[in-house]
């Protein structure tokens, strides 16, 4: 038996378990792809635009996980100054329509070190308007959003559904631009698809990934 397969056998215990210092830096060196854990955060989907009205997940948000996660990756206007927005369905995407009560928190601080603050913004009160993530957002060569949706247990038919979101996007003066948002769906339905939409024109580029988070 050789060195390598030696050194296997002596980090495994009777039961046929790796021990603890079996799995190293040095021992996974070239391995790319590892199959999902049990545990953590799984991907799920993707969706990226291309001059769409809105990006939308209709499948996949399901009882199997506690929480989800949206990134939003070089979120992009078609028309300068157009809010970010999302919302759920209860439907499967049939209607994004459901009630909820929200805030909305903004940081900022210009390039030119001109002026900086820190203020609420105020939130929606029992509606069923998409809810605004970042607003104002220019659509500049270089000018784009970031930032992430998290979602608590979406498919719960006990409780309302919390969501918490910072989403950040430069705006023209130039300036950083960051929106700290908190609400909940106010349903005790399972909330099973989302909708991202600007409030005027289309998303011109940008991807959105979902994860699943045990």
């Not at 993707?46 to 979120?75: E, M, P």
């Not at 910072?166 to 349903?187: D, H, L, M, Q, S």
């Amino acid at each position: 038996m050789g060195a390598i397969a030696r050194s296997a056998a002596n980090n495994i215990t009777t039961s046929g378990v790796f021990t603890s210092n079996a799995i190293t830096n040095s021992s996974v060196t070239g391995i790319t792809v590892l199959a999902n854990a049990t545990d953590g955060i799984t991907f799920i989907s993707s969706q990226t635009a291309s001059n769409s009205t809105s990006l939308s997940f209709t499948s996949g948000i399901t009882s199997t996980y506690k929480a989800y996660r949206f990134v939003l990756v070089n979120i992009k206007p078609a028309t300068s100054g157009a809010n970010f927005t999302f919302n759920g369905s209860t439907d499967s995407g049939s209607n994004y329509n459901v009630v909820k009560t929200t805030s909305q928190w903004r940081a900022y601080h210009s390039e030119a070190d001109t002026y900086t603050g820190l203020n609420s913004i105020g939130g929606l009160q029992q509606s069923t308007a998409f809810k605004t993530l970042g607003d104002g957002q220019e659509a500049l060569s270089d000018s784009n959003g970031g930032g992430y949706v998290d979602i608590i247990n979406p498919s719960s038919t006990t409780y309302a559904k919390h969501f918490f979101s910072v989403y950040n996007i430069i705006e023209p003066t130039p300036e950083c631009n960051i929106r700290y948002n908190a609400g909940y769906f106010n349903t005790t339905s399972a909330v099973n698809a989302f909708r991202f939409q600007f409030t005027s024109g289309n998303i011109s580029a940008g991807t959105i990934y979902l994860y699943g988070i045990k």
